[in-house]
């Protein structure tokens, strides 16, 4: 999720935008699976969140699963809205 939001942050500092642009900008995202490994050098296994269980490090879970096509959609509904409210309507 954290990468999702990371990308479309840059996305927005990259796009080249003035203080006087309203209305909508068209973002793009790709999904991508990766190969399954167990490469020490690496992080994850390359596959998404689709199991219906965590492993649980504290009591709080901040994204619950599964991270389908549908959460990713959440998500960028909720910066989309994020947009829209703090340029009052201007932007997003």
């Not at 003035?18 to 793009?28: F, M, P, R």
């Not at 490994?37 to 490090?57: A, Q």
């Not at 989309?80 to 309507?89: H, I, K, L, P, T």
């Amino acid at each position: 999720m954290k990468s999702l939001l990371s990308l479309f942050i840059v996305l927005i500092i990259c796009y080249p935008l003035s203080a006087y642009i309203t209305g909508d900008i068209t973002v793009k995202v790709i999904r991508v699976s990766f190969q399954n490994d167990d490469i020490e050098g690496t992080t994850g296994n390359g596959d998404f969140l689709y199991l219906t269980e965590l492993d649980m490090c504290t009591e709080y879970t901040i994204d619950p699963l599964p991270h389908d096509k549908s959460y990713f959609e959440s998500q960028l509904m909720a910066v989309d809205n994020y947009f829209r409210a703090v340029s009052y309507g201007k932007f997003g």
